[in-house]
């Protein structure tokens, strides 16, 4: 029985991101991920976040071989242990005192959706108000509470039950760019008669990855925690995907200069793709009873290692630095290619997300199939699938992004322009 048979006929149909890359992996490294007939792909989804550090990194895999080799306990509940001390502590040291920031750690199960429903119950604990406040075109994961913040009608659907205790408002520049928003929320806060009950929280995305790539203004986030702060509304900043240096610093909000009340994180946390979620809960907001919200597997001691040795690329400011440069060098690279080839599209992102939005939403799927067939693995976002979402990993060396980029452009010609391979190489 061939592999592809296998899933086919006993994995169920909920099953994703195969059908869009028909192939069975078997090993990767860096940026690449080759298949189990050899072949290498080029990796611009990275997991969807998961793998901001490329694939096996030495000096991860290292921490870790280490600690499985010496039998370092793998599973303690969340029992104390030597691999979350040393994690706890590092984290502190490295991200937060460095950035004036004090958050105690809670440490849900370990994806992010979890993170995403402890947060959410805590801030209704703590105000004693039911309502959350998510965004248009906001994802935050598939459980019921996190599903009842997210924009997606098909994801909601999946619920099979009426999500409430919540409320959607428009996104930065979801009514056109000159629009804020936000008037529009505030006003409805301020508003008796407005009919929207005193929210616990307001959950944002400083990027909306899943959403289609729309990136909230320095100044909208700035406002946002204003106005949250006005009316004691907590604000929960989902850093689920665009965390751990996806925009150029360690935190998505940090160029905005806002203080969260409450932070997730999953994906890239442990830095190997070992899972592994954390919220950060400013000190005064932590009201949990002892065991109030639990789970199996809350702290993965393999993770926390991993996590641990993967603080070390912040150390210093290179990594950053170089998330920004690389960054500039696709944006520019991605408007370059519009011009050139005079393609309606927009080209939206910060750091290592950048997405591009084509005119016809059909397009950026069969951009991503033809970058497949080239060997590039690249994924699109959207609630149409509209944008193809550029996810590379950060330290991904320069000669690659440009040689996705130069598959990226072949596949957009290939689409829009009908150019062959042949044709291509032919004017080369
Ligand atoms: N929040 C954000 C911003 C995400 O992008 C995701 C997943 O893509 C989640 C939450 C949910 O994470 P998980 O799939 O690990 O539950």
Redesign the pocket.
């Known amino acids: 029985m061939t592999a592809f048979n296998t899933f086919e006929r006993h994995e169920s149909e909920v099953r994703g991101y195969c059908r869009s890359f028909p192939a069975v992996f078997s090993t990767a490294k860096g940026a690449w991920m080759t298949d189990e007939n050899g072949r290498q792909y080029l990796d611009f989804f990275c997991g ?2 998961v793998l901001n550090y490329g694939h096996n990194p030495d000096r991860i895999r290292a921490a870790l071989l280490g600690y499985l080799m010496s039998d370092g306990i793998t599973h303690t509940l969340d029992m104390y242990s030597e691999a979350k001390q040393r994690f706890i502590e590092r984290f502190n040291e490295v991200i937060l005192e460095p950035r004036g920031l004090s958050y105690k750690f809670q440490f849900p199960g370990p ?3 979890n993170a ?1 429903e402890a947060a959410l119950k805590l801030a209704r604990k703590v105000t004693g108000r039911e309502q959350v406040i998510g965004f248009t075109n906001a ?4 459980t019921l509470g ?1 599903l009842a913040v997210t924009g997606n009608g098909f994801k909601r659907a999946g619920a099979g039950v009426p999500l409430g205790h919540s409320a959607s408002v428009p996104f930065d520049g979801y009514l056109g760019q000159d629009t804020d928003t936000l008037d529009y929320f505030e006003a409805m806060l301020k508003d008796q008669g407005s009919g929207m009950d005193m929210p616990a929280a307001v959950i944002v ?1 400083t990027v909306q ?2 959403g289609g790539v729309n990136v909230a203004s320095a100044a909208w986030l700035k406002r946002l925690r204003e106005i949250t702060q006005q009316h004691e509304i907590l604000l929960i900043v ?1 850093d ?2 665009v965390g751990c240096g996806r925009t150029g610093r360690f935190f998505s909000f940090e160029e905005a200069g806002i203080v969260p009340d409450i932070v997730t994180l ?2 890239s946390l442990s830095g190997y793709g070992l899972p592994l979620a954390l919220v950060l809960i400013k000190p005064e907001y932590d009201v949990w009873a002892p065991g109030e919200h639990n789970g199996t597997f809350r702290g993965h001691c393999p993770a926390f290692v991993t996590a641990t040795a993967a603080l070390n690329y912040w150390q210093d400011d290179n990594l950053h630095q170089s998330v920004v440069q690389k960054g500039k060098l696709v944006e520019k690279r991605l408007r370059g290619m519009i011009d050139k080839l005079g393609i309606e599209a927009q080209v939206r992102g910060r750091g290592l997300i950048h997405g591009i939005e084509f005119s016809d939403p059909k397009v950026a799927n069969a951009v991503s199939q033809a970058c497949f067939k080239r060997g590039l693995i690249i994924e699109t976002s959207g609630i149409d699938d509209q944008v193809l979402k550029l996810l590379p990993s950060l330290t991904i060396k320069d000669a690659e992004l440009k040689q996705g980029l130069d598959i990226i452009e072949a596949s957009v010609r290939e689409v829009l322009l009908g150019e062959t391979r042949e044709d291509l190489i032919a004017a080369a």
């Open positions: 969807a976040g994806t992010g959706t995403v994802f935050h994961g598939m996190a995305e990855a899943e989902d689920i995907q999953s994906k």
